[in-house]
Structure formats: C-alpha cells, structure tokens
C-alpha cells in the first residue's frame, strides 16, 4: 500500500463517518464517486483556480461535507414537492441550476447524491465550467452540465436555482430570477450565519419560507440554507 493509498483511506473513512453523522444514505459507489471527485479538485486546482483550499483534509471538510449538509434538506424538498420519478405531480427528471458553481461544489456533490437531478453547473469562467464538464465525464456522471455563461443570460428555467458562497440573496435572486421555473421553482442559498440583513433587503416579491441551520461534521462554524420562493 502507498502513501497516497493510505491518505485516501484515511479521508475515505472521515467521508464516512461525516456521512454517518449527517444521516444521509450513500451507496459505496457514491461514496467512492465523492473520493475520485476530491482527486480531481486536488489534482486539477492549480490549473483551474477552483479553490483556495490546498489541504486535501481541509477540503474534505469545508467543500465535501459542507456541501453534503444541504443534501438530505436537497432530498427531502424534491420528496415534498413531488418532483421526481415516480412524483406524480412532475415525472421527468428534476432541474436544478447550480450557481457560481466554480469547481462543481455544490453541484457535482448534489448531483452524485441526487441521481434523479438534472444538475447545470454555471459559472463566468469559462475553465471552470470546462472543469465541470471533465469532471462529469471521469466520474461518469449523466446528470451533471458545465454551462459557460453568466446566469443572467441564461434562457432555460430550472425547479430548483441553488448557490454557495456566490452574491448576496438580492442580488442572487435578482441575476437568477429569469433561470427560476414559476411558480413551483425555488431558491436554495447556502450561507454562514444567518443573514438577517441580506433577508431584510429582498425584493418584496420574494419570500423567504425556511432559514434551515445545518451542521457540517468536523467544521465549527454557522451554516444555514435560506429557502426562498416568488411570493404571490
Ligand atoms: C466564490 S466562487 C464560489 C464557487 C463555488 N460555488 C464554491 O462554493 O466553492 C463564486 C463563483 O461565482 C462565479 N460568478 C460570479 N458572477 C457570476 C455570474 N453572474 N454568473 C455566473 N457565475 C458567476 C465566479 O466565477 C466564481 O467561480
């Protein structure tokens, strides 16, 4: 066994466990697809600019299962909302528009986790996107998309418009509105603390229905998603 084998096991076993404490049902093939997409975030950052996380620990914790968090509150909305196979409400594949995805986070996290998700990952850069992209194709993944563009430019309308450490919630909602599906679609910001401010400055036609706290294995820090939808 190398040392990269043993490091990999090591961070292998963290993912577990950190999956274990969030109560979120992964199968060994997606468990080892997060692995291989943590190698290639590893491998592929200083070509690509995707992070300035270099420890490959550091980015277990503040990408991998920071983004896992949202997963089981991602699961239980398009359960609710009855979006998916076998939803009955709307049986084709659920649409979701990852934000400034940069390297894929959380969009490929979710879309590994969420195989029913049609994941579009959109970013400015246009290397990023293309890492998306590349990274879909390793990892075999048929529901994720790099998309190049500006998400103000974007035409096609999605059930859910999700974001990470992106823009503010007005000026999120403001670029993405036209990406949103109405009326059923919604907005999933993923924050620190709890942004009352940024709450406070929405548009009045949008409305806040959840500020849902989460809480990321291994990080000692706030998070929080805002759940937001066009009030009517
Ligand atoms: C701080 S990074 C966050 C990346 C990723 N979501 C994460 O959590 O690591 C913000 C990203 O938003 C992208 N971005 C900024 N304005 C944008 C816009 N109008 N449309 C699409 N992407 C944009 C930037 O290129 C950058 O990759």
Redesign the pocket.
Same mark, same amino acid.
């Given at each position: 066994m190398t040392a990269t084998d043993t490091g990999r096991d090591a961070l292998s076993a963290r993912l577990e466990s950190g999956a274990q404490a969030l109560a979120l049902d992964l199968s060994a093939a997606q468990r080892a697809q997060l692995m291989d997409f943590l190698a290639l975030l590893q491998k592929w950052n200083a070509v690509y600019n995707l992070?300035a996380v270099r420890d490959p620990g550091e980015m277990l914790t503040q990408?991998l299962l920071d983004s896992l968090a949202a997963v089981a509150p991602l699961r239980r909305h398009v359960h609710a909302a009855g979006l998916g196979a076998g939803g009955g409400m709307r049986p084709e594949t659920v649409r979701l528009l990852d #934000? /400034?995805? /940069? /390297?894929g986070?959380?969009g490929v996290v979710f879309a590994i986790c969420c195989p029913e998700v049609a994941v579009h990952c959109?970013? *400015? #850069?246009g290397k990023?996107a293309a890492f998306v992209q590349q990274a879909a194709l390793t990892l075999g993944l048929r529901n994720v998309h790099g998309v190049h563009? %500006? #998400?103000?430019a974007l035409n096609a309308r999605f059930d859910l418009v999700s974001? %990470? *450490?992106? *823009?503010s919630l007005p000026d999120f909602v403001r670029?993405s509105r036209t990406a949103l599906a109405e009326p059923h679609g919604v907005w999933l910001a993923m924050k620190g603390r709890h942004p009352a401010d940024e709450i406070a400055a929405l548009p009045a036609d949008v409305q806040v229905f959840h500020v849902e706290p989460l809480a990321v294995p291994g990080l000692d820090a706030e998070r929080c998603i805002v759940w937001m939808r066009p009030a009517v």
């Open positions: 992070t990408h #934000v /400034g995805s /940069g /390297g986070l959380p959109v970013d *400015a #850069v990023k563009a %500006r #998400v103000e974001c %990470r *450490a992106f *823009a670029w």
